[in-house]
């Protein structure tokens, strides 16, 4: 009766039944990561500082806020320091750095000058790449206080004078700049302006003032 009828409607068990889990306890880190065994899987930036609980199995790490899933990550089994992160738990600022590769600085250097591109390339050249993208980010932002012109002006005068060119000595520099060139533009109008003052001084006593109306 079982082979003939009931055999051929049976269906295999779902593999695997079921998965044993290990529940532990975290807080967020301010990079946004847990460590679970040295390995560190990102989590919303939301929750940074949060506590949170993490369900490990033999595969997969998932992170819970108040019995609700926030992250889930496929387990990591490589070298112990690791990371998993998914973009979209990043702040805006940070995944901005993702996109921020050689050459996208190499084609913004271009629209500078031929001396922020060499300063690019010597940057580029002589650090690790992680390193060399954090200066010239940074020197990206300079543009929120410099213009382009004198930015590349800076680089000149850095890649003239330095045999180890540095982000730290171009701010320097452009600090130096800047304050000479408001120095220039407050003695030009200070000129202007006793000019001014001289003028009318002369003129009211050189014509005689009231004098020339008696």
Known sequence: MYNEEEKSKLI????????????????????????????????PYEYVQSDVDIRITKDLIEVYFKDMRIASHKKLLGEIGEFSTNPNHMPENHRKFLEHTPDQVRDWANTIGSNTERFVEYTLDNHVEKKALTILLSLKNLTKYYSDDLIEKGCETLMSISR?????????????????????????????????DYGFVRGAKYFGGVKNEE
């Open 164 to 196: 180890v060119p540095s982000f730290s000595v171009l701010k320097t520099i452009l600090k130096r700049m800047k304050d000479s060139q408001k120095s220039k533009e407050k003695g030009t109008l200070n000129e202007t302006s006793t000019d001014n």
């Open 12 to 43: 295999p068990l779902r593999y695997p039944r079921y998965q044993l889990s290990e529940w532990i306890t975290a807080k967020v880190q301010l990079n946004y990561h847990i460590q679970v065994n040295r390995m560190y899987y990102s989590v």
